[in-house]
């Protein structure tokens, strides 16, 4: 197998979520099951236990209510996008996540731009490269916006999760507690007059509700504390990508995008 091959099957074991591999030498388990145990260890000499500590830190599990506090904490505190950023990296709280992925991708684009376009999480070109919306989906993006006079350098586009989920999988209910406080202070401190959220996934994690159907191509007003921006909800990028059927409702929501822009 030459480099190339070996480099294209690395990235399909990262995009379908293999986080671990097997011996190449084969083992005789029945062999291994029939022997006799090793003799056990004597037990450890306990030592007294430790009064109560402040909460553990340095890469330990973090229960979800603590993870929900910190994030609180951190988010709300934070006065500027670029203080929001290092305090995000620096979170425990999504151990998971921040563990399979191999960047932390934040934003890309004008920060303060009328125009916020939320996506869910780096796509697998954004992961391999570690810069943000430069794979296939920004690309699509790319054109999305230039059909209704826009580009990148006059919108600020971001993640719901910096982290790429193992198999791209949505994030999970303790996940979406933990990086909420961090979204909607980003979606205040960045004060969009427009929040264009792309697909399913973003707008669970953003909304933290678990029913959005009903708000696919409909405006509503995004609570993010002092900044309440108009926000549509529309289809992902990876699904126009993967269902052309979906470019015409994609269409008429990029006209009204257009529309509340001016």
């Not at 810069?131 to 999305?144: H, I, N, Y």
């Amino acid at each position: 197998m030459d480099r190339e091959y070996l480099s294209a099957l690395l990235d399909w074991y990262v995009a379908i979520g293999v986080d671990i591999a097997v011996d190449d030498a084969p083992h005789d388990r029945f062999a291994e099951s029939a022997a006799p145990p090793p003799a056990a260890d004597p037990p450890p000499r306990r030592e007294p236990a430790a009064a109560p500590g402040p909460a553990r830190r340095g890469g330990a599990p973090m229960f979800p209510d603590e993870a929900a506090r910190d994030a609180r904490e951190a988010a709300e505190s934070a006065g500027d996008l670029e203080t929001l950023r290092a305090r995000l990296a620096a979170f425990d709280g999504c151990a998971q996540l921040k563990a399979a992925a191999a960047h932390f991708l934040y934003a890309a684009g004008a920060p303060g731009a009328p125009l916020m376009v939320l996506d869910f999480a780096p796509g697998e070109e954004d992961e391999r490269s570690g810069e943000a919306f430069v794979g296939a989906e920004a690309r699509l993006l790319d054109k999305m916006l230039k059909a209704i006079g826009q580009k990148r350098e006059s919108a600020y586009l971001a993640y719901a999760t910096p982290w790429r989920p193992p198999g791209a999988r949505e994030l999970n209910a303790g996940e979406v507690t933990a990086l909420q406080p961090f979204l909607r202070r980003h979606v205040e401190l960045a004060a969009p007059k427009i929040l264009l959220i792309l697909g399913d996934y973003a707008a669970r994690a953003a909304l933290g509700a678990t029913d959005v159907a009903k708000l696919r191509g409909q405006w509503f007003d995004y609570d993010a504390g002092a900044s309440r921006p108009r926000a549509l909800l529309a289809s992902s990028l990876d699904n126009l990508l993967k269902t052309p059927a979906l470019k015409r409702r994609a269409w008429r929501d990029l006209r009204a995008l257009a529309a509340a822009l001016g």
